[in-house]
């Protein structure tokens, strides 16, 4: 199964609204209902207890809510299902606005209470099927063993070149991205104790051959064997998915944004998926000895730890 990469707190925070808003306006119909009605302008019904009862089911919609704030998309069919809900009042709502029916101006709780949930509980399903795909690609043995036989750009695969030696495969961002370059450049100072240890470094861009080619030219690592991935087959291979807002642009990546952008690692031009995450892992014929899936865009991974590297020979 793939390593989840976090759940975007936006997540959390509108299951953690919509379960307190259910549960207040459950106990409200329950302990109100007559001056519910009344404010709704709806008639007086001849069996209250039928809106107290569905004033219950919205209550316990939200204690379902609140259990699935804690992962969003572990829960997933308690998304499902309460947008079913959020879908289904609005559709009998305007089945029963009639002259001798529900009134237009009910209207206005049908909104607040059903069709404001519809976007972002469209978009954790969304997310939730992203990840179900994900953990599938890379659950799968068959599809690492795939990736694996990807050839460089020298036409030797990876797991050919795994079964010679140990590889350091390092997976970057897109182009435009400080941290990308601000890697290159720490590889480029650990290349030699890390080659010495017997440890091949293997690079995976989203950019063209010829982008490549000039880009790693500039930090002294043109020679390096690498593979073009623009279409993300092998980022996913090894679990490395999308980031959220909070991953590439949150409050921890801003001080080490400035200071890549100091030290000359500046931004530009994007070439390949913004949104990619990026990782580090130590193959040994054909199997990952260690791995390192960044948290942040902003993480600097100790490659001399992941490849093996001694402290005295750092």
Not at 138 to 143: G, K, N, V
Request: glycine share 10%.
């Amino acid at each position: 199964m793939s390593e989840r990469l976090g759940t975007s707190s936006w997540m959390t925070y509108t299951l953690w609204f919509a379960g307190i808003y259910n549960v207040l306006a459950g106990l409200l119909a329950v302990s109100f209902t007559s001056s519910l009605l009344g404010w709704l302008s709806l008639e007086q019904p001849l069996y209250p207890g039928i809106w107290r009862f569905a004033g219950m089911l919205v209550a316990i919609y939200g204690v379902g809510f609140l259990v699935a704030a804690r992962d969003p998309i572990r829960h997933w069919p308690i998304v499902l299902v309460g947008l079913m809900t959020k879908i289904l009042g609005p559709v009998l709502f305007v089945a029963g606005v009639n002259p001798g029916g529900v009134p237009w101006g009910a209207g206005a709780a049908v909104l607040i209470n059903d069709a404001l949930w519809w976007v972002p509980f469209c978009l954790i399903l969304r997310e939730a099927y992203r990840d179900h795909i994900g953990g599938v690609r890379t659950a799968s043995p068959e599809i690492q063993r795939m990736a694996l036989r990807r050839e460089t750009q020298s036409g030797d695969s990876l797991v050919e070149l795994s079964r010679r030696s140990p590889i350091l495969l390092v997976f970057l961002r897109h182009y435009g991205c400080p941290f990308c370059r601000q890697a290159l450049a720490d590889l480029g100072r650990r290349r030699r104790s890390i080659q010495a240890a017997g440890t091949r470094i293997v690079l995976v861009h989203m950019a063209t051959e010829v982008q490549a080619s000039a880009m790693f030219a500039r930090y002294g690592m043109e020679d390096l064997p690498r593979i073009s991935d623009p279409h993300r087959h092998v980022y996913r291979a090894f679990g490395l998915g999308r980031g959220d807002i909070l991953r590439l642009a949150g409050p921890r990546v801003w001080w080490p944004t400035l200071r890549a952008t100091i030290n000359g690692h500046g931004i530009g031009r994007a070439v390949g998926d913004w949104l990619q995450m990026p990782g580090v892992f130590l193959l040994f014929h054909g199997e990952v000895l260690q791995s390192y899936r960044h948290d942040v865009i902003s993480d600097r991974p100790d490659y001399h730890q992941l490849s093996g590297v001694s402290t005295e020979a750092k």
